[in-house]
């Protein structure tokens, strides 16, 4: 079997046995090994901050900039080894294994590209500078400085790629060393990535570390003002914020957590925008499975249109062929893991107590895998008995699982959209400015991205995340803030406000 190395202090550091395997959710075929018990996170951390944190501060963020594009056009040429790594240990189609791997390497490029833009070393000017006397010679200006620890990067299972380059393209522009913790059941991906970017020697020693498994006390060797950005479930975060270097705030902490995301029939709206909402629905559910942090959950519909629109989205949903990737006729395949899998089967059976399937997978489709597979077809449930049941606002199948729920007015739609307690995501099904504005005021208090559809209109997909758009959501999603364009610097930097003579103002802006 073969073990995966972590990398800390310039250095491999292959395991002797696994504490963990990673198997083929389709076959069940043990992948590879982990274990990081054992690693000496005190000197790894050390080494980051003080060899890998100056080094990169040394560089400019153009410099920095032309680092990712070099790691870009080292991952470009090894995509398909990446989608073969992909379809193994996630159960990805090819389509969906893009969304991971493709999305991830234009991220990273996207930074490429804008950090050229950028001057200085480390020192990023916050607007402009406000007067503080009447004869404004003294006057007060925001700067943001590079933070001079190391980032911590957690990420979830199901973006293997897009998850761990998403936070290393912003922190390594920031000029901040990354310690990487891929998420154990999918770490094969990120370890491949990692491991061909580090041997192609691009950054300064001590920029990237890669920890593969979960060591104890992974947070226990962090120091004030060093950061960690986690992605992954609100259990987890929930964790996070209890340690206490992060309760004292001596580390900042952004978390992305899971999320009740909405897809939302505007009242009035035509025949075509629900039809292109059940195009949505299906590809929501379809894509990854419905594995994305991003995904709809909940499908607002006003009650008088609900038959309409479950009839639609039946008919998009039937059209999914689910089971083994590697066949090119499958249109989705499989959970990333049989541990996933049978929690999700768990939740379904609870959700199958209250509330009524109307389109069930599990009876219409077939599974076009072998015996012992972890695929599971999309299930799409009506609360129409019960919209105003917390337990459909509040509970997340990470699966291919969406639930519609009928609205009466604009009002009961707010305050039921609002009980998913904050969300990344909501997308608007309208035909006219008329339809979506008068509801963009009240969704965008409880979300990160709106997401707009009109009939005949391009749009990027109501679960692609694009780097120029937030990524990150408040409330239940984290209070976390990513992407976004080079807002994603901020969280890398400290914010300061100088206030000195104008005259140092206007040099020092000049200057880094
Ligand atoms: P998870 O169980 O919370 O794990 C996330 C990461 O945290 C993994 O790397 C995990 O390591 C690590 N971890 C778990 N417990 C830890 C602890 N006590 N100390 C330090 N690290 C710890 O989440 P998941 O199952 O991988 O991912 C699914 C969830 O992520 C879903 O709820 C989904 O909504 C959410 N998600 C959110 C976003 C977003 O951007 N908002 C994106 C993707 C997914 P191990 O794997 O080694 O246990």
Not at 176 to 197: G, Q
Request: net charge negative; proline share 5%; with cysteine.
């Amino acid at each position: 079997m073969q073990l995966l190395a972590s990398y800390t202090e310039g250095c491999w550091h292959t395991p002797t046995e696994a504490q963990e395997e990673l198997r083929d959710p389709i076959h069940g075929t043990v992948l590879a090994g982990l274990n990081a018990s054992g690693l000496d996170l005190h000197a790894a951390y050390h080494y980051a901050r003080t060899v890998g944190g100056p080094a990169l501060r040394s560089l400019s963020y153009a410099k920095r900039a032309e680092l990712l594009q070099a790691a870009v056009e080292i991952l470009k040429p090894n995509r398909p080894r990446y989608f073969e790594i992909a379809q193994k240990n996630s159960g990805t189609t090819e389509a969906d294994s893009a969304v991971d791997i493709d999305g991830g390497i234009y991220t990273l490029a996207w930074y490429a590209h804008q950090g050229k833009t950028l001057t200085g070393n480390t020192l990023l000017l916050d607007g402009s500078s406000d007067s503080l006397a009447k004869d404004d010679s003294f006057a007060t200006q925001h700067i943001r400085v590079s933070s001079q620890g190391l980032a911590l990067l957690i990420n979830a299972f199901n973006f293997p790629s897009w998850g761990l380059w998403e936070k290393a393209a912003a922190a390594l522009l920031s000029g901040m060393p990354i310690v990487v913790k891929p998420a154990s059941a999918t770490a094969w991906l990120s370890y491949a990535m990692l491991k061909d970017v580090l041997e192609a020697d691009i950054f300064p020693a001590g920029a990237i570390s890669l920890v593969t498994g979960r060591p104890d006390g992974l947070l226990d060797h962090l120091e004030a003002l060093d950061l960690v950005s986690f992605t992954g479930s609100a259990d987890t975060a929930e964790q996070l914020r209890q340690h206490p270097l992060i309760r004292s705030g001596a580390v900042r902490l952004n978390a992305e957590t899971d999320s009740i995301n909405s897809a939302i029939l505007c009242p009035d709206a035509s025949v075509d925008s629900i039809q292109a909402l059940a195009k949505e629905v299906r590809n929501e559910l379809r894509s990854k499975s419905g594995q994305k942090c991003t995904a709809i959950r909940r499908i607002f519909v006003p009650t008088k249109r609900l038959e309409e629109v479950a009839t639609a989205c039946c008919a998009a949903l039937a059209k999914i062929v689910v089971g083994d990737p590697s066949h090119s006729h499958v249109t989705m395949g499989s959970l990333a893991s049989y541990s996933q899998y049978q929690t999700v089967q768990q939740q379904l059976a609870s959700l199958d107590s209250y509330l009524e399937p109307v389109f069930d997978g599990r009876l219409q489709l077939s599974i076009q895998a072998p015996a012992g597979h972890a695929c599971l077809a999309p299930v799409l449930y009506s609360a129409a008995a019960c919209p105003h049941d917390p337990r459909v606002h509040d509970t997340e199948v990470f699966g291919p699982v969406a639930t519609l729920v009928p609205y009466d007015s604009v009002d009961e739609l707010s305050a039921l959209v609002r009980l998913g307690g904050g969300s990344l995501v909501a997308s608007l099904y309208a035909d006219t400015k008329e339809q979506a504005l008068p509801l963009i005021n009240r969704l965008a208090e409880q979300h990160g991205r709106l997401h707009i559809v009109c009939p005949g209109s391009k749009h990027t997909g109501h679960g692609n995340v694009m780097p120029q758009s937030l990524h990150g959501g408040p409330g239940r999603a984290g209070g976390g803030a990513e992407l976004g364009g080079l807002r994603a610097l901020h969280f890398y930097h400290n914010l300061c406000a100088i206030q000195a003579p104008a005259d140092m103002l206007a040099a020092l802006s000049q200057k880094s």
